[in-house]
Every structure is written in structure tokens, then in C-alpha cells.
């Protein structure tokens, strides 16, 4: 048989002896387990790893499980994306390793309490570190059901331990709390943890954890729907970063600065932040690093709100590639990074009505939410209200009654669940329960339920309005949708016309004459003045239309920003000189 050129040429690789007696030793496991204890943490870390590898999950779990074990392999930092891998493949198993390591710190804990902190068999200053990695650890693993209770015991914990250490220490623990909220969305918690570190941070003389908690401060206002007290915060993170925060964490600051800057419209700003962040990621983090991943997604975030949905659809694609390459489906993670990407994609074909991957990538990010954190979930919640909007779309273009409102019946329950669970935590006064009430209104048109999709068109715009101003890019999407509920179903023209020109107003001004949503709104205009016979104004609007069709042809035509990818990241005080000069231009 002839061999290819390929495999002729290519040289003989022989396994080093250090993976072969890892294989063998892992091979022996159970007749050597005793032996175990004495080996060095990083060649028990890997002997775990190949655990994990040949699947040997059950064995690997019962060794996890204890705490001691778990804590000799948190101090391998340098490989976290492999113990991120092996922990999650324990956790799909069905291996409740995330309760039982949570449990068994807490009962060490009230150990302590037991005997007064005298003599305890685990150091208290051992249990802080430990709890502090460890929680830190499931936050970024995406496993935080029961991880409140490890930030907690730290907050109380802070107390056994003298000046300056205790301040600092419930600080800390609070910061991460706080973060812990935002990302599950439970606000009126985040709100108590929120006032309790604003209370405690005048006592923190820690410029670096200042920055950090400024940022973990703008990112929870911002969810909170304060953008205007957030984009303050948000100032004071940028002027006590130091170079002592760490790559890491400087990375952190500025994605949430970067975030507020992009949600008040301060666009350049938000570039410079991003793409600052992106440059450090990428120096300082592996291409398949799940923090990588993680400004990766700021980043797409930055592009959809620029309206360059293509790159945004790019760069959340490798967002998903990465996470599934780390946590595989089943993970929180994995599934925000997936409804990010369905709902850019959805917004990349509307115009094609091509939802199928839409559809696809947002129903997975359903199912891991309610998997892991029930139907009540708040996160649940924001997949379904996507799935919805493109459940919409499909039915509007299906050819079968019947399907056509299976579809829209399934997508109102979905709207419908979805807002009761967000007036729940948010009440009506925020920016994500306006947005509800647009898509009921939208949903509502399409069903030909005309005046509720007006009740519902007009609070979506007066909470934005209130919460963003008049002349915001939200503001204007609300107004281009009652113009078009007055337009084409309520013949009230005159209403629709003068919407329709506030809308395009506020477009061009924050996006650019080439703008995508612009489209809907001049042909929405066209349709009304050749339905109300105002010739001279269509043949005007034609002629406009006709010249945005040609400018986006030429944008599309041109090469895409690609600067993200060239740009040399900046020190700190580089970044931060940079930021301020930016601001008071």
C-alpha cells in the first residue's frame, strides 16, 4: 500500500515519558489512590485531567468532592480552561460537585463558630482563601446556583479578622456578590448588596479594589436601567485604575466602562475601550480562553450597537466556538453566548427572513436556562422574549393559516411570560420592561390587535424616553414601530408622518446615513405619501431612498474595521490620559 507524501514526511513524535507515566499512573488509580496525597498539586492536576480524559468521571468526582483535593488544585492557576473542562464534564454527569464542595466549606465554617475561632482544625485565614478561590472559581465556571452562600460566609468570616484586613475583605466579598446578582439578574438583591458596598468603600484605602468596584457599581446601574448615575460610576472606575489592579482586572474595568459609554451613545468612547480591552485580552489570554471570550462579547455588543451586525455575528460565533470548546452546552456560559449570537443573527437576516439559525441558536439557550435555572429565571426569561421575537418573523412569512398562529400564539405566551417575570424584579420604570412592551406591540400589530399594539407601542416609548431622553437610538426604534402601526393599519397618516421623521432624525444623527433601520422608515414614508397622494414629498423621499440604497451598497462593498485587531494596547495611564482628553471633547 502507498503511503501519502503527507504521512512519508511527516517525523515520528513519540509521547514524552512524563504524559506516559501520567497515563499509566491514572491506569492504577484505584490500586494507588492511598499514594496520591503525596504527590506535588501540579502532577495531581494532571492526573486528574487524564481522569477526566479517559472517562473515569464517578472516580474523579468522589476525589473532587473533597475539600482538601479541590483546594490543592485550586492553586494550578496556569491551566484554569482544563479544570474548567473537567469540572463541567463531572457537573453534565450529573455529579453535584458545585453543592457538595459549597456545603462542606460552609459546615467547615460553622466549625470554626463552634470552638470560637480557637484551635479549629481548618486556619481561619485558610478558610478565607479558600472560599475566596472557590467562589471565585464557580462564578467563572458559570456554575453560581448555591455560590451566594461561599460570599456570604466571607462577609461574616471578615469580621474575626483585625484592621486594615476586615474592610478590605468585606469589600471584596460584596464586590463579588454584586457581580453574582447582576449576572443572574436578580436586582432587588443586587440593590442591597449595591448600597451595603457603597457604605463600606469610603473605609477601603485599596485603589485597585476601588476601580473594581466602581466597575461592578456601573455595570449593576446600568442593569438597573441609572444610566446616567452609571456612566458617573463609571468616571470614577477610569480615574482610580491603576496599573496595580492586573491585566485581568484592568480588562474587567474597562469592558464595563466601555459598556455605558456604547449604551449613552458615547460611541468613540466605548471604541476606545473595547478595542483597549480586546488589545490587553488578547496579549495577556489564550485564543481559546473563556475571558477572551468574554470581551470578545463586549465587543460584538459594540457592533451591534453601530449597526454593524455582520461583524457583531463574527465576533459572537467565536464567542460560542470557544465557550463550547471549554464548558461544551450545557452551561451558562455557553448559553448567554448563544442568545447574544441568535439575537444578532436575527437582527443580520430580517430582511432575508431566513430564522432557522435563529431559531435554532435561541431554543438551546432556553433549554440550558431553564435546565440549570429553572422556568422562573430571569435570564429563562430574556431567551425566550428572542426566541419570540423570531417566532414572530417566521410565522409572518409562513403560507399556512394554522401555522401562522401556532406560531404567534406560542410567541405572545412567551412575551407575556417574559414580562411578568421582568415587571417582578424591575417593576415598570426600566429600560428591559419598555422593551417588552415593544415587542407586545410589534407581536400585537402582527396578530391585528390594534389598539392594545398602540397601548403598548405608547409605554414603550414613554419609559424610554423617560429613562434615555427624547433623542435616544431606543426612542427612535419605538417611534418608527407606532409609525408603522399608524401607517399601515390605523390610516393615521399624519401621526405616522411626523413620527416617521423623528425616527429618521434621530437615526442619522446617532448612526449615520447609512443606518439599516433607516430603510423601514422611508419606505414607511413612501407608502404614506403615495397613499395620501402627496406626490411631490414621495418623489423627494424616492430620491433619498434611492441615494441611502447606494451609500450602503458602497459600505458593504468596503473593507470591514479590521482596526480592532491592529491595535497596540496601551498602559494605564496611557488609557486613562486618553479616555479623559476623549471626554472633555
Given at each position: 500500500?502507498?503511503?501519502?507524501?503527507?504521512?512519508?514526511?511527516?517525523?515520528?513524535?513519540?509521547?514524552?515519558?512524563?504524559?506516559?507515566?501520567?497515563?499509566?499512573?491514572?491506569?492504577?488509580?484505584?490500586?494507588?489512590?492511598?499514594?496520591?496525597?503525596?504527590?506535588?498539586?501540579?502532577?495531581?492536576?494532571?492526573?486528574?485531567?487524564?481522569?477526566?480524559?479517559?472517562?473515569?468521571?464517578?472516580?474523579?468526582?468522589?476525589?473532587?468532592?473533597?475539600?482538601?483535593?479541590?483546594?490543592?488544585?485550586?492553586?494550578?492557576?496556569?491551566?484554569?480552561?482544563?479544570?474548567?473542562?473537567?469540572?463541567?464534564?463531572?457537573?453534565?454527569?450529573?455529579?453535584?460537585?458545585?453543592?457538595?464542595?459549597?456545603?462542606?466549606?460552609?459546615?467547615?465554617?460553622?466549625?470554626?463558630?463552634?470552638?470560637?475561632?480557637?484551635?479549629?482544625?481548618?486556619?481561619?485565614?485558610?478558610?478565607?482563601?479558600?472560599?475566596?478561590?472557590?467562589?471565585?472559581?464557580?462564578?467563572?465556571?458559570?456554575?453560581?446556583?448555591?455560590?451566594?452562600?461561599?460570599?456570604?460566609?466571607?462577609?461574616?468570616?471578615?469580621?474575626?479578622?483585625?484592621?486594615?484586613?476586615?474592610?478590605?475583605?468585606?469589600?471584596?466579598?460584596?464586590?463579588?456578590?454584586?457581580?453574582?446578582?447582576?449576572?443572574?439578574?436578580?436586582?432587588?438583591?443586587?440593590?442591597?448588596?449595591?448600597?451595603?458596598?457603597?457604605?463600606?468603600?469610603?473605609?477601603?484605602?485599596?485603589?485597585?479594589?476601588?476601580?473594581?468596584?466602581?466597575a461592578s457599581l456601573c455595570s449593576?446601574?446600568?442593569?438597573?436601567?441609572?444610566?446616567?448615575?452609571?456612566?458617573?460610576?463609571?468616571?470614577?472606575?477610569?480615574?482610580?485604575?491603576?496599573?496595580?489592579?492586573?491585566?485581568?482586572?484592568?480588562?474587567?474595568?474597562?469592558?464595563?466602562?466601555?459598556?455605558?459609554?456604547?449604551?449613552?451613545?458615547?460611541?468613540?468612547?466605548?471604541?476606545?475601550?473595547?478595542?483597549?480591552?480586546?488589545?490587553?485580552?488578547?496579549?495577556?489570554?489564550?485564543?481559546?480562553?473563556?475571558?477572551?471570550?468574554?470581551?470578545?462579547?463586549?465587543?460584538?455588543?459594540?457592533?451591534?450597537?453601530?449597526?454593524?451586525?455582520?461583524?457583531?455575528?463574527?465576533?459572537?460565533?467565536?464567542?460560542?466556538?470557544?465557550?463550547?470548546?471549554?464548558?461544551?452546552?450545557?452551561?451558562?456560559?455557553?448559553?448567554?453566548?448563544?442568545?447574544?449570537?441568535?439575537?444578532?443573527?436575527?437582527?443580520?437576516?430580517?430582511?432575508?427572513?431566513?430564522?432557522?439559525?435563529?431559531?435554532?441558536?435561541?431554543?438551546?439557550?432556553?433549554?440550558?436556562?431553564?435546565?440549570?435555572?429553572?422556568?422562573?429565571?430571569?435570564?429563562?426569561?430574556?431567551?425566550?422574549?428572542?426566541?419570540?421575537?423570531?417566532?414572530?418573523?417566521?410565522?409572518?412569512?409562513?403560507?399556512?393559516?394554522?401555522?401562522?398562529?401556532?406560531?404567534?400564539?406560542?410567541?405572545?405566551?412567551?412575551?407575556?411570560?417574559?414580562?411578568?417575570?421582568?415587571?417582578?424584579?424591575?417593576?415598570?420604570?426600566?429600560?428591559?420592561?419598555?422593551?417588552?412592551?415593544?415587542?407586545?406591540?410589534?407581536?400585537?400589530?402582527?396578530?391585528?390587535?390594534?389598539?392594545?399594539?398602540?397601548?403598548?407601542?405608547?409605554?414603550?416609548?414613554?419609559?424610554?424616553?423617560?429613562?434615555?431622553?427624547?433623542?435616544?437610538?431606543?426612542?427612535?426604534?419605538?417611534?418608527?414601530?407606532?409609525?408603522?402601526?399608524?401607517?399601515?393599519?390605523?390610516?393615521?397618516?399624519?401621526?405616522?408622518?411626523?413620527?416617521?421623521?423623528?425616527?429618521?432624525?434621530?437615526?442619522?444623527?446617532?448612526?449615520?446615513?447609512?443606518?439599516?433601520?433607516?430603510?423601514?422608515d422611508y419606505r414607511g414614508l413612501?407608502?404614506?405619501?403615495s397613499k395620501t397622494q402627496q406626490?411631490?414629498?414621495?418623489?423627494?423621499?424616492?430620491?433619498?431612498?434611492?441615494?441611502?440604497?447606494?451609500?450602503?451598497?458602497?459600505?458593504?462593498?468596503?473593507?470591514?474595521?479590521?482596526?480592532?485587531?491592529?491595535?497596540?494596547?496601551?498602559?494605564?495611564?496611557?488609557?486613562?490620559?486618553?479616555?479623559?482628553?476623549?471626554?472633555?471633547?
Amino acid at each position: 500500500m502507498k503511503m501519502s507524501a503527507d504521512v512519508r514526511t511527516q517525523p515520528f513524535q513519540p509521547d514524552s515519558l512524563y504524559h506516559l507515566a501520567t497515563v499509566t499512573t491514572t491506569n492504577q488509580f484505584s490500586k494507588l489512590r492511598n499514594k496520591y496525597q503525596f504527590l506535588p498539586n501540579h502532577i495531581l492536576f494532571d492526573v486528574f485531567i487524564e481522569l477526566s480524559h479517559n472517562g473515569s468521571l464517578c472516580q474523579l468526582g468522589i476525589e473532587l468532592m473533597d475539600l482538601t483535593t479541590f483546594e490543592r488544585i485550586l492553586e494550578i492557576t496556569g491551566r484554569r480552561s482544563k479544570l474548567y473542562n473537567c469540572f463541567q464534564k463531572l457537573m453534565v454527569h450529573g455529579t453535584e460537585l458545585a453543592t457538595a464542595l459549597v456545603q462542606s466549606l460552609h459546615e467547615k465554617i460553622l466549625a470554626c463558630y463552634a470552638v470560637h475561632f480557637t484551635n479549629p482544625e481548618w486556619p481561619l485565614r485558610r478558610l478565607v482563601r479558600l472560599a475566596w478561590r472557590l467562589g471565585c472559581f464557580l462564578i467563572d465556571a458559570g456554575w453560581t446556583n448555591h455560590v451566594e452562600t461561599v460570599f456570604e460566609d466571607l462577609i461574616a468570616l471578615a469580621d474575626h479578622i483585625p484592621e486594615p484586613g476586615r474592610s478590605e475583605l468585606k469589600v471584596q466579598a460584596l464586590n463579588q456578590r454584586l457581580q453574582i446578582d447582576c449576572i443572574k439578574c436578580k436586582y432587588q438583591s443586587a440593590s442591597t448588596c449595591a448600597a451595603r458596598l457603597q457604605d463600606l468603600l469610603p473605609n477601603v484605602c485599596n485603589s485597585p479594589l476601588i476601580s473594581r468596584c466602581y466597575a461592578s457599581l456601573c455595570s449593576y446601574l446600568m442593569g438597573a436601567s441609572q444610566f446616567e448615575e452609571a456612566f458617573r460610576v463609571s468616571t470614577k472606575a477610569m480615574e482610580t485604575l491603576t496599573p496595580q489592579l492586573g491585566s485581568k482586572m484592568v480588562v474587567e474595568v474597562l469592558r464595563s466602562c466601555s459598556k455605558i459609554c456604547v449604551a449613552k451613545r458615547k460611541f468613540e468612547l466605548g471604541k476606545f475601550l473595547i478595542y483597549q480591552a480586546v488589545a490587553i485580552a488578547r496579549f495577556e489570554f489564550s485564543e481559546c480562553d473563556p475571558k477572551l471570550a468574554e470581551v470578545l462579547s463586549d465587543l460584538g455588543f459594540y457592533y451591534l450597537n453601530i449597526d454593524a451586525v455582520q461583524e457583531s455575528v463574527d465576533v459572537y460565533s467565536r464567542c460560542v466556538e470557544v465557550l463550547r470548546l471549554v464548558f461544551g452546552t450545557r452551561n451558562v456560559n455557553v448559553a448567554l453566548a448563544l442568545e447574544d449570537l441568535a439575537y444578532a443573527t436575527y437582527v443580520l437576516e430580517y430582511s432575508s427572513g431566513n430564522f432557522d439559525e435563529a431559531r435554532d441558536l435561541a431554543e438551546c439557550a432556553v433549554e440550558v436556562f431553564v435546565e440549570l435555572l429553572g422556568e422562573d429565571s430571569l435570564l429563562a426569561a430574556s431567551a425566550q422574549r428572542v426566541k419570540a421575537l423570531i417566532l414572530e418573523e417566521i410565522a409572518i412569512d409562513s403560507p399556512l393559516k394554522e401555522v401562522q398562529e401556532s406560531l404567534l400564539q406560542e410567541a405572545h405566551q412567551l412575551h407575556l411570560r417574559s414580562l411578568d417575570l421582568v415587571r417582578q424584579e424591575f417593576g415598570d420604570e426600566s429600560l428591559l420592561t419598555a422593551k417588552h412592551y415593544g415587542n407586545l406591540g410589534r407581536l400585537y400589530q402582527t396578530m391585528k390587535r390594534y389598539p392594545q399594539a398602540e397601548e403598548m407601542h405608547k409605554r414603550a416609548i414613554e419609559i424610554k424616553e423617560k429613562l434615555l431622553g427624547p433623542d435616544d437610538y431606543e426612542v427612535a426604534l419605538s417611534i418608527g414601530h407606532l409609525a408603522s402601526l399608524y401607517n399601515y393599519d390605523m390610516k393615521k397618516y399624519e401621526e405616522a408622518e411626523q413620527l416617521y421623521l423623528r425616527s429618521i432624525d434621530i437615526g442619522i444623527r446617532l448612526l449615520g446615513n447609512t443606518y439599516s433601520g433607516l430603510e423601514y422608515d422611508y419606505r414607511g414614508l413612501i407608502k404614506l405619501y403615495s397613499k395620501t397622494q402627496q406626490y411631490q414629498k414621495l418623489l423627494h423621499y424616492q430620491s433619498i431612498y434611492d441615494e441611502y440604497k447606494q451609500c450602503v451598497l458602497i459600505k458593504m462593498s468596503q473593507s470591514r474595521d479590521s482596526t480592532v485587531g491592529s491595535v497596540s494596547h496601551m498602559t494605564v495611564d496611557e488609557i486613562k490620559s486618553e479616555f479623559f482628553r476623549m471626554l472633555s471633547t
